[in-house]
């Protein structure tokens, strides 16, 4: 009898870690379809913002390709909301994640999933030898962003510009107008800063435009941000980049209101591979497709943050 309950033991614990061993085989399991980086200049990845398991993938992809040789990873996300997400990213700074999460609550990309993710890639970061670089290409889709970012990365650092008023409109179109009114008070500012500004003001002057009158202007939004990929593709000559950004940005063969999706526009300039997180039965608009469970959905983030970063 004590033979057999020693049988039996033995048995539940063979089975106990064969369970386990093929659990976390599936969870590191190799992609099968993804493009090779020697091929292309640039991988994009399309995903739906509301599908929690996409940031499993895209983390796991970042990784792959890091390996392969990418530094460069671009979102869609603005030219100021990037410059937090990298100072971030090379700080550690958790003011700053809680800062640009409060900032963008209520929006597809604000959940307890890109929160975490975010978290994730700082670890991840911090542990590399060579750094990883963020960049943006969408409008600025913010108001706080757009004017904490002149703040914090430009004018604090200039006796004279430190106590200018930026933070007193959250209106687009009032704050380009006054900008605009009032150039000649950054005159004292340095080459690069003075770019900094007018890049970060170009942004936010994009969003104007594609929110004017209260309509939004996909068609243009979507120029736009051709327009800033191609600008990141400028600077960055000959250097592969990882992107991530909603389905149809990514879609090779796609158009938004008769207006060329950003990888449709850019296909003729740059060998770009299209894949796709969650999408089926597409090949012809996304080569490359990476099956997820969609009926996972994001938690949304709820922000507790009362603080007053990055005004200290």
Request: proline share 3%; aromatic share 16%.
């Amino acid at each position: 009898m004590k033979i057999k309950k020693n049988y039996l033991f033995l048995f539940l614990v063979i089975l106990l870690f064969s369970g386990c061993t093929s659990s976390a085989k599936n969870k590191n399991k190799a992609f099968i379809n993804i493009p090779d980086i020697n091929n292309y200049d640039a991988i994009f990845i399309g995903e739906n913002h509301t599908h929690s398991e996409n940031f499993h993938v895209q983390i796991r992809l970042m990784k792959h390709y890091y390996a392969q040789g990418v530094r460069d990873f671009a979102f869609e996300a603005g030219y100021a909301d990037t410059l937090f997400f990298q100072h971030y990213i090379d700080t550690g700074d958790e003011e700053c994640l809680e800062f640009l999460f409060r900032a963008n609550m209520g929006t597809f990309g604000c959940s307890r999933e890109a929160f975490d993710f975010y978290r994730e890639l700082y670890k991840w970061n911090s542990g590399l030898g060579e750094k990883i670089k963020f960049h943006g290409f969408d409008v600025e889709q913010k108001p706080v962003t757009g004017i904490a970012a002149i703040w914090f990365f430009v004018l604090r650092n200039y006796e004279q510009y430190k106590n200018i008023p930026l933070a007193t409109s959250q209106d687009r179109l009032n704050f380009i107008q006054n900008y605009n009114y009032n150039t000649h008070r950054y005159s004292e500012l340095d080459a690069k800063d003075k770019y900094l500004l007018e890049r970060i003001m170009m942004g936010i002057g994009q969003a104007v435009q594609v929110y004017l009158n209260n309509y939004y202007n996909e068609a243009l939004r979507a120029q736009y941000m051709t327009d800033n990929f191609s600008e990141i593709l400028s600077e960055n000559k000959d250097r592969k980049i990882f992107a991530i950004m909603g389905s149809w940005h990514a879609a090779s063969t796609g158009f938004v209101r008769n207006t060329p999706s950003m990888a449709n526009a850019l296909k003729d300039e740059i060998r770009i591979a299209s894949v796709s997180i969650g999408q089926t039965g597409y090949k012809e608009i996304w080569p490359y497709i990476i099956p997820i469970n969609t009926k996972r959905k994001v938690t949304p983030f709820t922000s507790a943050y009362k603080g007053n970063w990055p005004y200290y």
